[in-house]
């Protein structure tokens, strides 16, 4: 049983930074693709950041310059946020899939495996 458990959320005023964390166990191939999803209000679910078990990495085109992603050798998978803005208010999902197959185009649908999420909220 994957169990992916999420922690940082926060909420910090516009323009400020914030890290999310996920933790990821038991380490096997359920592993191989994690991703950072969000939820804000009223949308859909919406992917950010992909990391896989071999180095690659990917954030979402919009995002770029803001967030980065990153993947520690235990699997724990951050992402980081800075210039932080009241549209990235929402709650921020870990997620992971057994695939090498892990890129940004990938829907929530393709991933069987999800944290609880934390709440990120930005004020303005």
């Known amino acids: 049983q994957v169990e992916l458990v999420e922690s940082g959320g926060d909420s910090v005023q516009a323009g400020g930074f914030l890290n999310v964390s996920c933790q990821a166990s038991p380490v096997s191939h359920n592993l191989a693709c994690m991703a950072w999803f969000r939820q804000r209000a009223e949308k859909e679910r919406e992917v950010l950041a992909t990391a896989d078990a071999w180095g690659n990495k990917k954030i979402v085109r919009t995002l770029r310059g803001r967030f980065t992603v990153t993947r520690d050798h235990d699997h724990t998978v951050t992402l980081q946020m800075r210039d932080l803005r009241p549209e990235d208010t929402g709650i921020y999902f870990c997620?992971?899939?057994?695939?090498?197959?892990?890129?940004?185009?990938?829907?929530?649908?393709?991933?069987?495996?999800w944290g609880r999420g934390t709440q990120v909220t930005v004020s303005s």
């Open positions: 997620a992971s899939r057994p695939s090498r197959q892990c890129g940004v185009d990938l829907g929530h649908n393709r991933y069987p495996h």
